[in-house]
């Protein structure tokens, strides 16, 4: 029992009823793939999901887990504080991974309690987890939730970390899914929330492109300025969701893509194919790096 299913997902909280009301209509392409997504992950009910947010709290020279007991969150925030999520924390597993990141020399630690009160830290689970845990919670699914808040690495130090994420995991023979949390560009059109540029566009497909090929190498290189022309949420997720298939086969299925807000939505799901010496990566990124 390994890896089952890298899940990407956007999180505009206005694609949950509760909070779009009348304008979720614009979105319903989303929903009705992230209701498909987390049926799937419903039923291959796994043991454990790990959930990477872009909005929780970030470090820059650390990778943190948030490594609370119990794991709460609600959209309050946006109107709607019907919609919450609660999870159990799995210490084990969170024991192995920052076990293993310190065999790696990646610097990954977890926010306890006393982490959360010392640096000032909400302990609700921001909107990035909510919205997509929100619709495997209504499929059902109650089981243990690691959240994994990015770090301002180098893309080639994340996608280590996803490598090192999935040994430690693999060793514990669970069944598992990463949950990758990350809107695409948000300057789609003019009106967007980040403001339009022409480049946003480029970036979702060549993101889209990239998923759809398996081309990890044109993501970890692609250039910064386009990264940040896009203003994008969801790369840095991605990146480490990719570490996480280094060394296999990329097995990607598109569920659908929108934008009607100027914001990039992206639902789609990774799977490892067969294993393929000849796609590990990490080994050379190393070496590039020294």
Known sequence: MMLEMVALSPHPPIVVPEVGKEESAKVMTTYRALQKLAGEIAEINPELVVAVTPHGPVFSDAL??????????????????????????????????????????????????????KFKLSEQLDHGLVVPLSFLYNQGWRGKLVPLNIAFWSYEELYHFGKVLSRALDKLHLSWVF????????????????????????????????????????????????????????????????????????????????????????????????????????????????
């Open 179 to 290: 949950l990758v949390s990350g809107d695409l560009s948000h300057r789609l059109q003019k009106g967007a929330p980040a403001g339009y540029s022409p480049r946003g566009a480029v970036f979702d497909e060549i993101v889209r492109q990239s998923i759809r090929e398996g081309d990890v190498q044109r993501l970890l290189n692609i250039d910064p300025a386009l990264v940040e022309e896009a203003g994008e949420c969801g790369l840095r997720p991605l990146v480490m969701a990719l570490g996480a298939l280094d060394g296999y086969a990329i097995l990607a299925e598109e569920f659908s893509y929108e934008g009607p807000f100027g914001v990039g939505y992206l639902v789609a799901k990774l799977q490892r194919g067969a294993k393929m010496p000849e796609r590990e990566l990490t080994a050379c990124l190393k070496e590039g790096r020294n």
């Open 64 to 117: 943190t887990i948030t490594g609370l007991k119990t794991l709460v969150g609600d959209l309050a925030g946006f109107g709607a504080p019907q919609v919450k999520v609660e999870f159990n924390s799995a210490e084990k597993a969170i024991q192995a991974i920052l076990e293993e990141s310190r065999n790696n020399d990646l610097f990954c630690v977890s926010l306890d309690e006393k982490a959360h009160r």
